[in-house]
């Protein structure tokens, strides 16, 4: 039997954001099918192709933006604890 207790308690829990992106896992997953010795690269901006110098963890805050020609998710601001630690890829430029 439910009690009101019980309704309580799940209404109070938030639910985590569910992003339709890779994870971590997976893409380690997936580059190991590949030839180790294999540049990684990335699209440029405006075309191309770039180089990936590296990876950083990135505090980010989930779904906040919605304007035209910007990425979902964004930075913190100052004293807001993000949603979640993403790692984000270094491209050259």
């Not at 110098?53 to 807001?80: C, I, K, Q, W, Y």
């Amino acid at each position: 039997m439910t009690t009101v207790l019980d309704l309580l308690e799940k209404k109070a829990t938030p639910k985590s954001p569910q992003l339709g992106g890779l994870t971590v896992g997976e893409v380690i997953a997936m580059l190991q099918t590949f030839d180790p010795s294999a540049p990684l690269m990335v699209r440029g901006e405006n075309g191309g192709f770039e180089e990936v110098l590296g990876f950083r963890a990135t505090g980010v805050m989930l779904n906040v933006n919605s304007a035209e020609g910007f990425g979902p998710h964004d930075l913190p601001d100052a004293g807001t604890r993000p949603d979640a630690l993403a790692v984000v890829l270094r491209p050259a430029s």
